[in-house]
DNA sequence: CTAGAGTCTGACACCCGTGTCAGAGTCAAC
DNA sequence: GTTGACTCTGACACGGGTGTCAGACTCTAG
C-alpha cells in the first residue's frame, strides 16, 4: 500500500510516516518508476507500535532499538532481546520521575487553590474569614 | 542587590532571571549611570515563587497573571482576584490529564517489561553487554 | 488529453525555558 | 593605570514530533 492508504489506516499523519522512516524505524519499498513508497500490510502493525511508544514517552531513537524485539503478541518481547529490559526499566523509571514531578505540581496548585480568598473560591467549603488585606506589591 | 546576587540566592541562573523580565515577570530598577539591574529583597521571594509555579507546569504567561495576586505567606493568594481560581483549576486539570497519560504510558512499559523473556543465557547470540541480570525494580 | 488526486523532497515554524557565546561597557581593588 | 570580575544586549541552539507550504512529478478516471 502507498503513504496515503497506511496514514488513513494507522491515523498517523503521512508527515509523521516519513519522519518514522528518516529515523529509521520504517523501510518501505520504493516503486522502481515513480520513486512511491511502498508499505507491506505488517508496518500497519508496525505503525501501531511506534505511536504506542511515541505515547509511553519514548523517542524514535529508543524505540528503534526497541521495534525490531517486539513480536506480533501484545506487547511482547521477541526472544534474544533481554538486555533490553535494562533500557524498558530506565525509560520506566524516567517516566515514574515525571509522574512524581508533576504530582508535585498538583500539590503547589491545590494550595493554592485552597488558600484562594473566600470571594472567589468554587468551592464555599474554602470559605475563611481570616481574609487578610495585604497590601499587592507593584 | 544585582543580578549575581539574586541569581545566587534563587538558583535561577543569570540568563533565567533576564527572560523573566523580558516576560513581565520581574521589574527591576536600573542604575542610572551603569544599566546594572537593581532588585529589591521582595524579589528573591517572587523569583523562588516563579520557579515553584514553573515546576508545577505553568508557563510565563500565566505565572505574569497569577504572580500579583501572591502575598507573602505559604502559596496564599491576594483578594480581590477573581477569576484566579478558574485558571488555576483548568491548569490543575491539564497536569491532571498529562498524570493520567503518564500513567497509562507506564503501563505500557510495565506491559513489555514483563513479557520480556526470562533471561535467554542459552544463546550467546542474543547476549548483550548491558544485560544486567537485574530484577525488575519498581 | 486533461483534470484532479496522490506523492515526492526539502525547508521553515512551533513550543518555551534554558545554555552559551560574542562583543562591549562598568566597577572595585591593587 | 591595569587587571579581573561583573553586567549589558542580542542572537543562535536545543529538544523532537508534527504542521504546513512550495514546486515538481506520477497516476488514474473520464
Redesign the pocket.
Known amino acids: ?7 488513513r489506516r494507522t491515523g ?9 522512516e528518516k ?1 529509521g524505524l520504517l523501510h ?1 519499498q ?2 522502481e ?5 511502498e508499505y507491506r500490510e505488517d508496518d500497519v502493525r508496525t505503525v501501531r507500535n511506534i ?1 504506542t511508544l ?1 505515547a509511553a514517552g ?4 529508543v ?1 528503534a532499538d526497541l521495534l525490531p524485539c517486539m513480536v506480533e503478541d501484545e506487547g511482547e518481547l521477541a526472544p534474544g532481546c533481554a538486555g533490553l529490559v535494562t533500557d524498558l526499566n530506565r525509560e520506566r523509571d524516567r517516566i515514574s520521575a515525571a509522574v512524581a514531578e508533576l504530582a508535585a505540581s498538583l500539590d503547589v496548585l491545590d494550595t493554592l487553590i485552597t488558600a484562594a480568598p473566600p470571594e472567589t473560591a468554587d468551592d464555599p467549603a474554602c470559605a475563611e474569614d481570616d481574609a487578610e488585606p495585604s497590601p499587592v506589591h507593584s
Chains 1, 2 share one sequence.
Do not use: C, F, K, V
Open positions: 500500500m502507498r503513504i496515503g492508504a497506511l496514514s498517523a499523519s503521512e508527515r509523521s510516516l516519513r519522519h518514522y529515523q518501505p520504493r516503486d518508476s515513480s520513486g512511491y513508497r505511536r511515541l519514548l523517542n524514535t531513537a524505540i
